[in-house]
């Protein structure tokens, strides 16, 4: 198993009163899965991956990514795992708006200390003709395309993705959606993607609701449909 979340917390203090926004979480995912995590706005989602990607801390309990518990190590060894085993995918892209689409991946390989190759990652997400562009000059489909790209130029061992296909049309979200699952065949990256799409957990291995900070499914989806084929 890649990752084992154990009887996690997450409190967050606003004003004087504290919000606890996931409760008692425990949940696992193998590697090379491709999980959904559902809910609505506020059930605590984007609070999850942001812990699972050591961007927030739990307050209580484990998460064990690769046989590292995140919650047992300091802020440099946090940072240097987030740089070598996570790649992050956004609703909004994040580009470097005065940085080519070459060039925005070459960021994030930079940082890699085993990047694959940059036009082989641009080739695998059908943007090697588009490498000397900006972003301006770009669809919303093919600016997260270079997200994409971003992402995996490091071999992740997690691909954590944010509402991917929110700021999407439909024909596009599909595309996406589609990408997403050849990249997780091709590089055997484990995906972990949080949606408020109920249809998107139709790709998935494993889905994951939650409700109000804690989790109320955790199931095996023994009927996995290739992208093209969900639809809403």
Known sequence: MLMEIKNMDKSFVIGKESFKALQNVSLGIDRGEIGVILGPS????STLLNIIGGIERADRGSVVIDDVDLTQINDFKLTQFRRNSIGFIFQFYNLI??????ENVEVAANISKDALDIDEVLHSVDMSEFKHRFPRELSGGQQQRVSIARAIVKKPKFLLCDEPTGALDYHTSKEILKLITVINKKFV???LII???TAISAIAN???KLRSGEVIENSINDNVLPAERVVW
Request: no cysteine; charged share 10%; glycine share 10%.
């Open 195 to 197: 949606t408020h799409n």
């Open 189 to 191: 990256t484990t995906v």
């Open 97 to 102: 708006p005065n940085l080519t689409v070459y």
């Open 206 to 208: 494993r889905i994951i």
């Open 42 to 45: 506020g059930s605590g989602k």
